[in-house]
């Protein structure tokens, strides 16, 4: 394979991988916390959407507090969402409370 056809392929994949975040957060701006009016990207909940190039989905995302009884469910809501778009092989999701989340955070 020449340079010139790697460099398609390579910026072909990266198209690819930045429709399929669009897809994923497009996704995620449908799943609502239900003691706020908001979804979870408006409320700052989503860090970091990272996809590889094999297509496996890592989703960084955080909690209004590190108790909140809401948070099992996000994570089985966000999976049932992600999983089955066109494209994505594997997700994971990564729960961090570093920095802790604040109204600030909103969107």
């Known amino acids: 394979m020449t340079q010139e056809n ?3 392929n390579n910026n072909n994949n990266d198209n690819n991988k930045l429709l399929l975040k669009n897809k994923i957060a497009e996704k995620l701006e449908e799943i609502y916390d239900p ?3 908001m979804d979870v990207i408006s409320l700052g909940l989503i860090r970091e959407i990272e996809i590889d190039d094999d ?3 890592k989703i960084i995302m955080t909690l209004t ?3 909140c009884p809401y948070g099992p469910m996000f994570i089985e809501q966000i999976k049932a969402e992600i999983e089955f ?3 994505v092989k594997k997700i994971e999701i990564e729960l961090t409370f570093d920095p802790p989340w604040s ?3 909103m969107k």
Do not use: A, R
């Open 6 to 8: 790697n460099n398609y």
């Open 35 to 37: 003691e706020f009016p």
């Open 55 to 57: 297509f496996n989905v």
């Open 65 to 67: 507090t590190p108790h």
């Open 85 to 87: 778009l066109e494209g």
């Open 103 to 105: 109204p600030d955070m």
